[in-house]
């Protein structure tokens, strides 16, 4: 593993706007690229974070399949319901704008749904469950994403990592957030492996004979040619539950698209027919509840929050020194790193070192 160098978080943020506008991103855009990508970094979600800031949306913007500037169209507006087009522009700008507008109409109507077709990856989910907590409401998402997940008992890498991410307002000091994938690990995940030259563990990535892949390099090119595919949330076959997560990335895959007409599967691997790039198309949906429309918020937190601390003092299993509840571990290592700011790995500074010589910053 290469050694570890830590670099201010405000650094690293306006790093990322300073190269984005350089890029023809609008000032104000790059500005909600840069928090979303920055958020993940300060709450140990590495895998989403400045880490995919090159390979993931500056390599696109160089590549033509990414517009710099996010045009979203209002699609359809009806009462607590809207469809947005984000004409393949920056998924985190136009996810932060649909969340925003179904935060608007849940506190009119008690729910909101928005769904966003035409969009790009828009960071980690978690993001947008945060926006609706801190407001005291519930926030849901889900996106679809590249083909990565085989079916149970297939081999064939068809479903997107597809989170279902849920954020719920709490009376403590950190708001519940469950934000995963519905795969056993994604693409940023074994990226990260790449980087610092660790081997994947067993049962992550099979192969078309299904037997396990564990060289993040290979792998890497092998979900892109399509001849490898992450396991579903549970792993292979049906004995650890592995249905399941197949079953729940259906149902964002669904959500993502079929409620606007938008591409799935295998029309989002992002080449066209003859293997040139394209952009992705992917679909995302947003979901806010007012709390206050069916009981008083305050109750609810401290509800939640009682749950939650009862779980957390549960009997421990032999060994374990505490229990978690979701959205407590990312606090705690905000609570840790803001001072230290982000880890940076050699190939990660290498590549901001880059883009920095590039651009003269």
């Given at each position: 593993?290469?050694?570890i160098k830590?670099?201010p978080?405000?650094?690293?943020e306006?790093?990322?706007v300073?190269v984005?506008?350089h890029?023809e991103?609008?000032r104000?855009?790059?500005?909600?690229?840069?928090?979303?990508?920055?958020?993940?970094d300060?709450r140990?979600?590495d895998?989403h974070?400045?880490?995919r800031?090159?390979?993931i949306?500056?390599?696109?913007?160089?590549a033509g399949?990414l517009?710099p500037?996010?045009?979203?169209?209002i699609v359809?507006?009806?009462?607590?319901?809207?469809?947005?087009?984000?004409?393949?522009?920056?998924?985190h700008?136009a996810g932060?704008?649909?969340?925003k507008m179904a935060m608007e109409?849940?506190?009119?109507?008690?729910?909101?749904?928005?769904?966003?077709?035409n969009?790009?990856?828009?960071g980690?989910a978690?993001?947008?469950?945060?926006m609706?907590?801190?407001?005291?409401?519930?926030g849901?998402t889900g996106?679809?994403?590249?083909?990565?997940?085989a079916?149970?008992?297939?081999v064939?890498?068809?479903l997107?990592t597809?989170?279902?991410?849920?954020?719920i307002?709490?009376?403590e000091a950190?708001d519940?957030?469950l934000d995963?994938a519905?795969s056993t690990?994604?693409?940023?995940?074994?990226?990260k492996y790449?980087r610092e030259g660790?081997?994947?563990?067993e049962?992550?990535?099979?192969?078309h004979?299904?037997h396990s892949?564990?060289?993040?390099?290979q792998v890497?090119?092998?979900?892109?040619?399509g001849n490898a595919?992450?396991?579903?949330?549970?792993?292979?076959?049906?004995?650890l539950?592995?249905y399941?997560?197949?079953?729940?990335?259906?149902v964002?895959?669904i959500?993502?698209s079929?409620?606007?007409?938008?591409?799935f599967l295998?029309?989002l691997?992002?080449l066209d027919?003859t293997?040139n790039?394209?952009?992705?198309?992917l679909g995302?949906?947003?979901?806010?509840i007012?709390?206050?429309?069916?009981?008083?918020l305050?109750?609810?937190?401290?509800?939640?929050g009682?749950?939650?601390r009862a779980?957390?003092?549960?009997q421990?299993a032999?060994?374990s020194?505490k229990?978690?509840?979701a959205?407590?571990k990312?606090?705690l290592?905000?609570?840790?790193r803001?001072?230290?700011g982000?880890?940076?790995?050699?190939v990660?500074l290498?590549q901001?070192?880059e883009?920095k010589n590039?651009?003269?910053?």
């Amino acid at each position: 593993m290469s050694e570890i160098k830590h670099v201010p978080f405000d650094e690293l943020e306006g790093f990322m706007v300073d190269v984005l506008v350089h890029m023809e991103v609008p000032r104000q855009e790059a500005e909600i690229v840069a928090d979303v990508l920055i958020t993940s970094d300060k709450r140990g979600i590495d895998s989403h974070g400045i880490g995919r800031f090159k390979p993931i949306y500056i390599d696109r913007l160089d590549a033509g399949i990414l517009n710099p500037s996010t045009k979203i169209d209002i699609v359809k507006d009806q009462a607590a319901t809207a469809v947005l087009d984000a004409n393949n522009g920056f998924g985190h700008v136009a996810g932060k704008f649909a969340m925003k507008m179904a935060m608007e109409k849940a506190k009119t109507y008690g729910l909101g749904m928005v769904t966003v077709k035409n969009s790009s990856h828009y960071g980690f989910a978690g993001y947008y469950s945060l926006m609706a907590t801190a407001e005291g409401l519930i926030g849901i998402t889900g996106t679809n994403a590249r083909p990565s997940i085989a079916p149970t008992f297939g081999v064939e890498n068809m479903l997107g990592t597809n989170p279902m991410t849920f954020g719920i307002p709490t009376d403590e000091a950190f708001d519940f957030v469950l934000d995963c994938a519905t795969s056993t690990t994604q693409r940023g995940k074994i990226e990260k492996y790449a980087r610092e030259g660790e081997v994947l563990p067993e049962g992550w990535v099979i192969d078309h004979k299904g037997h396990s892949e564990t060289d993040p390099h290979q792998v890497l090119q092998e979900l892109v040619k399509g001849n490898a595919a992450l396991t579903p949330l549970g792993g292979i076959g049906e004995e650890l539950g592995g249905y399941k997560g197949y079953g729940y990335a259906t149902v964002v895959e669904i959500l993502s698209s079929a409620l606007h007409a938008g591409p799935f599967l295998k029309a989002l691997t992002g080449l066209d027919d003859t293997g040139n790039n394209v952009p992705y198309r992917l679909g995302h949906f947003f979901i806010a509840i007012d709390v206050e429309h069916f009981t008083e918020l305050e109750q609810f937190k401290q509800h939640t929050g009682e749950i939650l601390r009862a779980l957390r003092s549960s009997q421990k299993a032999p060994g374990s020194e505490k229990i978690y509840t979701a959205g407590e571990k990312e606090y705690l290592t905000y609570l840790q790193r803001k001072d230290k700011g982000a880890p940076m790995g050699e190939v990660l500074l290498e590549q901001i070192t880059e883009l920095k010589n590039r651009f003269s910053l």
